[in-house]
């Protein structure tokens, strides 16, 4: 995929004139699927693609455009067609204020090893794992490319290895317990372990189920469902032009109005994640941007548009400005001793349909949603019947967050719109007293 992909752009390269600067971005996968029911395979099948995305930039007037590659000697032709297209556009556009990109030459080069499992190995082993139970769920791994070149001499190539096998244990009706294994080295122990604890909350969760009382309890979020917290905030959270424009719902965090707890240090760890580590202008990124600092808002994701809007340097985040590589710090508590020191209370898995319930005071609102258990004396009682709960990120990872796990699960993005996600979280669990639930 490389070599092909460094053809191309030195063929488009060569077409350019006169103050013409042309930026290539390249993204391709070699990957495994295998869609599993009720405890066996049912459909197999390998995908390979590739695409890539032209940018003219011809003064401060610029066109885009995406094409998907045959893998043929055919995409030379097609996209200098796409390149022709963009040449014409280009005339025809207003001048962008804003447009940012990289014009020192950095050429960066981050290969990782594949230590990745056979695909139908590490599938027969989880069956046999779970045999006699009803998984359900998807296999997805295998290699993901990116690339980046522009006209300047800047040469840009990255490659991560990743698994993810994303199942369910199913009861009966709605009751499941969802859970997951992924990383780019495969270790039979810990699914081994995963697959235990799975089937000891299956027995669980087949237990009549109980209802109680709207109020606030301690909870458990299991490493799940802080994640789906965390994918709430960044919708805009960590977006330095919603926070210029005011509408980050951690604003007050940004001003110095409120702060979280001094457990809570949250990073961007592109070094440590799967995604590229060059967005689409050039821009390297950090290796690590700090986010929050022992409760403090440190920092925020800087696109090169809002480099050039609000005069600050660009980390070389996404246009969107959200994080995909995020990294919570661990805690103190041992994962054996999560029950016990939750007491009595809820232990959550996994949240669903979360949003906003009040944006400028970053409150949330959302719903349990497979295995949520009640817990008396630090031992699993009952499971309980779907629940809302509505609760501010100030309160749940500030004053009345008591402690987080010292272990971390890495969880990886299942989503497959258009090719495998490459956005990660490496999270603990989270203890939080006074956690409201309002039905």
């Known amino acids: 995929m490389r070599e092909s992909f460094e053809a191309l752009t030195a063929g488009l390269f060569a ?22 029911n009720d405890g ?66 950095v050429s960066t080069e981050r290969v990782a090893t594949s230590q990745l499992p056979d695909s139908a ?62 990383g780019s080295s495969w270790d039979p122990t810990l699914l081994a372990a995963k697959m235990t604890t799975g ?34 905030l960044a919708w805009g959270g960590f977006s330095l032009k919603e926070e210029r424009i005011k509408r980050s719902p951690l604003l007050k965090a940004a001003e110095g109005k409120a702060k979280l707890s001094s457990a809570f240090t949250l990073h961007e760890n592109t070094a440590e994640g799967f995604a590229p580590d060059v967005n689409a202008q050039g821009f390297v990124k950090p290796g690590s941007v700090p986010l929050f600092v022992q409760g403090a808002y440190t920092d925020a994701l800087v696109s090169p548009r809002s480099s050039r809007e609000f005069d600050v340097p660009t980390n070389g985040a996404s246009g969107r400005e959200t994080p995909e590589s995020l990294d919570l710090a661990g805690g103190g508590l041992g994962r054996d ?37 009640w817990v008396e004396g630090g031992e699993i009682v009952a499971p309980l019947n779907v629940m809302r709960f509505d609760e501010t990120v100030y309160r749940m990872f500030g004053e009345n967050l008591v402690d987080l796990t010292a272990e971390r699960d890495l969880v990886l993005d299942a989503g497959t719109y258009f090719r495998r996600s490459t956005s990660s979280w490496r999270v603990p669990g989270a203890v939080v007293e006074d956690f409201t639930f309002t039905l």
């Open 121 to 182: 190995e590490a599938v027969e082993a989880a069956l046999t794992m779970a045999k006699g139970l009803d998984l359900v769920g998807i296999w997805a791994s295998g290699a993901i490319h990116s690339g980046f070149a522009n006209s300047l001499g800047q040469r840009n190539w990255f490659t991560a290895h990743s698994f993810n096998l994303d199942w369910s244990f199913y009861a009966r009706a709605d009751k499941a317990v969802k859970c997951g294994y992924a």
């Open 15 to 36: 077409k350019l004139s006169g103050p013409e600067v042309l930026l290539c971005s390249y993204a391709g996968e070699r990957s495994d699927f295998v869609r599993l």
């Open 40 to 105: 066996k395979v049912r459909q197999p099948g390998s995908v390979q693609q590739s695409s890539m995305t032209l940018q003219l930039i011809v003064g401060q007037r610029h066109a885009t455009g995406s094409m998907s590659l045959s893998g043929g000697p055919e995409d030379a032709g097609r996209l200098a067609s796409l390149l022709d297209d963009l040449r014409a556009r280009v005339p025809h556009l207003p001048e962008d204020p804003h447009l940012l990109y990289a014009t020192d030459v």
């Open 337 to 373: 001793d999560v029950l016990g020191s939750l007491g009595t209370g809820l232990l959550v898995n996994n949240l669903w349909y979360l949003n906003y319930s009040d944006r400028p005071s970053c409150r949330a609102t959302g719903m349990t949603r497979f295995a949520t258990f």
């Open 199 to 232: 089937r000891q909350q299956l027995a669980a969760v087949s237990r009549p189920a109980r209802t109680i009382e709207p109020g606030s309890y301690r909870v458990y979020l299991a490493p799940a469902a802080v994640v789906e917290v965390l994918e709430l």
